[in-house]
């Protein structure tokens, strides 16, 4: 079993990117432009390594190697945009891989691309890349080609010597279980729970009851043989069970115009382990959107941008009218508001500069829960 952390630990050890990894400052898949991005190294990483895995380093400085972090990652879909713009498209996998030298709120992200036997292309444009357009690596870059891509196995050795060096051991999981327990978490209830005798899942958080229903808020839970996070938030509740194969976190999200007090069920992942050293997740999408009158709907959605204008012309708004504006708008964009979520992605600079950093927490926040209901909507 490949300890995650370490294996990033040696893939920076190249130092310098290469024909079969690639390391970003961070990813943004909120634009055209990012996205194009992000799929232009995910072809070329696959029609470079045909036989072996290869990988993106998520939230390293590109010049120094320094290992600053990004936000917890939650999209189980980004298979899902990868499907969609590319031919013959890779499996990948992004996981979101902790640092004791970092913030309990940022991580390392680590995205494995499968090897597959079949050369991936763009089948739709997307910004400034047309459709039929391919990509291979050329040393650290992602270059566009119109020849044909040589099958390669240059990178097998190297890859398999890397991810033997990773490989876990019993010591580094207990040493794993007693920091999760004792130094990152000993403000908080902590548990854990082993599953087929090689996966250990430790999990922390805050217990409350609410309306019969216990959550857990302030929450973390990692499957710390592999140093991969599962879930982490700090504004979220949810609810965990589990069984002797599985584990299940469903997340649940509070809502409401001018409060939050209604819980909806947003989404439910499940863990299912088996003998062999492998476990499966499945995802599954809950959440229905509490619909509004439009007539209400409609007086509150142009308050709200009427508040985004005074904060770009630096007038005072109220502090709870703003910590709503993403929320607002999230909701007036489910009730059928089409520019809602443009005008919540165009009010991005003057949130993220608010005073009070909860701002920027909840739009991120409404954009995470956007984009997982396009994944499974769209």
């Not at 913030?103 to 597959?116: A, E, F, H």
């Not at 279980?177 to 805050?206: M, S």
């Not at 938030?233 to 069984?243: A, F, G, H, K, L």
Request: charged letters at 25%; aromatic letters at 12%; one cysteine or more.
């Amino acid at each position: 079993m490949i300890n995650k952390r370490l294996l990033i630990k040696n893939l920076l050890a190249h130092n310098n990117e290469n024909s079969f990894y690639d390391k970003k400052r961070q990813l943004n898949l909120h634009s055209k432009e990012g996205k194009a991005k992000f799929l232009k190294h995910i072809c070329a990483l696959s029609n470079s390594n045909p036989f072996n895995n290869s990988y993106i380093v998520v939230g390293v400085e590109d010049d120094t190697n320094e290992i600053v972090g990004d936000d917890f990652f939650d999209d189980s879909r980004i298979q899902n945009l990868v499907n969609a713009f590319l031919e013959n498209p890779p499996k990948i996998l992004y996981e979101n891989i902790p640092f004791p030298n970092l913030p309990k709120d940022k991580v390392v992200g680590l995205v494995t691309i499968k090897p597959k036997n079949k050369i991936s292309f763009f089948k739709k444009s997307i910004h400034t890349i047309p459709a039929q357009t391919s990509f291979v690596r050329i040393g650290s870059n992602s270059s566009p080609t119109i020849e044909k891509i040589p099958v390669s196995k240059s990178n097998v050795e190297a890859v398999i010597s890397i991810e033997n060096n990773s490989r876990n051991s019993i010591e580094n999981t207990l040493d794993s279980v007693l920091d999760f327990i004792t130094i990152r978490h000993k403000d908080l209830p902590c548990h854990y729970k082993v599953f087929r005798e090689n996966f250990v899942v430790c999990w922390a958080g805050q217990k409350r009851k609410f309306r019969e229903q216990t959550f857990f808020s302030r929450v973390d839970i990692e499957l710390v043989n592999e140093q991969v996070k599962l879930f982490y938030s700090n504004q979220d509740d949810v609810v965990i069970t589990y069984d002797e194969n599985s584990f299940h976190i469903t997340e649940y999200v509070p809502l409401g115009l001018n409060d939050k007090t209604s819980f909806y069920p947003l989404e439910k992942v499940t863990f299912t382990f088996y003998d062999n050293g492998y476990y499966k997740m499945e995802t599954k999408m809950l959440f229905e959107p509490p619909q509004y009158n439009k007539k209400l709907l409609h007086h509150i959605y142009n308050a709200t941008l009427n508040n985004i204008q005074k904060l770009q012309k630096g007038q005072l708004v109220d502090e709870k009218e703003v910590l709503n504006i993403p929320s607002t708008l999230m909701l007036c964009f489910l009730n059928d508001f089409k520019d809602a979520k443009d005008k919540l992605i165009e009010a991005k600079t003057v949130i993220k500069n608010y005073k009070n950093s909860l701002a920027y927490v909840y739009f991120k926040e409404s954009l995470r829960i956007l984009r997982k209901m396009k994944y499974n909507y769209s």
